[in-house]
Each structure stands twice: as C-alpha cells, then as structure tokens.
C-alpha cells in the first residue's frame, strides 16, 4: 500500500512537471530559454525537447493506468478493477498532471520552466535513442 502512493506520487509530479515545462517552453521565446537554463539544446533541438516531453507523459500516464489496476485487482475483480482504475487513473492523472500543471505554467513560465529544466534535460538524454527513432519516422 505504502509503495503504490509513494509510485503513485512520484508518476504524478513527473507528469506534472514534463506537462508544466511543456508550456512554459512553449510559451517563452528562446532568448529567454537559453538565458533561464543555460543549454543550447533547448533551443537547437525543440522537435527533441517536446517528442521527450510527449513520450515522457504517456509513458507516465500508462504507468500510472497500470499501477492502479494492480492496486485495485487485490481487493476486486479484474473485470471491475479494469473499469473502477480506468475511471480514477484518467481523473487524476488528467486533473494532476496535466490540467492545474497548464494553469500554473501560463501563469509562471520563466520560474517553471527554471524548476523542471533538470528533470528535463535528464530525460531527454536517458529517452535520446527513442528520439532519434521517433525524429527519422516523422519527417521523412
């Protein structure tokens, strides 16, 4: 129980700061990019930056499906708990980390995008062979 919140919290705050970067990204210019975090690649590779952030989210967003599915198949029926964690999974996860992390970022983009530019720039390095896959699939 305690390991699915602890799971749970952390799927939640990823989604929420890939989901916030993302529009506080969007929303500044790059001047401001590159003099908020310092890193060219922001500005050199966006079609990286925002196929990180969008891979980042799903992943999220089916990790976070199958965590509660888990969770609610101990004590229900599978065919239930399929139905009652699909239901919770998408609420939260859309409500968490994907509606208030929109709010927050258009209102603070420069402190937001400084926050979550780390958490950013590490996953963009640990998901780069997906991204060189995904980049050579798109524009062609």
């Known amino acids: 129980m305690i390991a699915y919140i602890v799971l749970s919290i952390i799927i939640l705050v990823l989604g929420f700061s890939f989901v916030a970067f993302e529009i506080a990204y969007l929303s500044l210019s790059y001047p401001n990019i590159y003099k908020i975090t310092k890193k060219k690649f922001y500005i050199e590779n966006p079609a990286g930056i925002l196929f990180t952030i969008l891979l980042g989210v799903n992943l999220l967003a089916i990790s976070y499906a199958i965590l509660n599915f888990n969770f609610f198949k101990t004590f229900l029926p599978e065919s239930i708990s399929a139905i009652i964690s ?39 390095y640990l998901m780069y062979p997906i991204n060189l896959i995904l980049k050579e699939f798109s524009f062609k």
């Open 86 to 124: 699909g239901i919770i999974s998408t609420l939260v996860f859309v409500i968490v980390s994907e509606y208030v992390p929109r709010i927050i970022a258009r209102a603070k983009p420069e402190s937001v995008l400084k926050l979550f530019s780390r958490i950013i720039t590490i996953s963009y």
